[in-house]
């Protein structure tokens, strides 16, 4: 199946010139032949997969710990009320 620089670049909505048809083109098929080769190997005892490295995730055992008196947390607040944070206003 040949693909056609003219129909990607409609597909796509982009003007093209004349030169980058010829260099994407070339560019296209070299990718193309490359795939082929590619399509050559016998895959069918390789299992699919999603990632070439096995990732997994690194995760941390949920322990519970004292948290901050309120006072603590608000000592260095540039702005505080007796118990809150004071951030400036940002819906009118």
């Known amino acids: 199946m040949k693909i056609s620089i003219d129909h990607i670049a409609s597909l796509a909505r982009l003007s093209v010139s004349e030169e980058e048809k010829s260099l994407f083109g070339a560019q296209l098929e070299s990718i193309l032949s ?10 069918s005892a390789v299992d699919p997969t999603s990632h070439v490295l096995e990732i997994s995730n690194v995760t941390r055992e949920d322990v519970t710990a004292q948290s901050l008196d309120r006072e603590d947390a608000l000592a260095n607040a540039p702005d505080k009320t007796e ?8 819906i009118e």
């Open 83 to 90: 118990k809150f944070y004071r951030v400036p206003k940002i």
């Open 34 to 43: 490359y795939m082929d080769k590619l399509n050559e190997l016998d895959t």
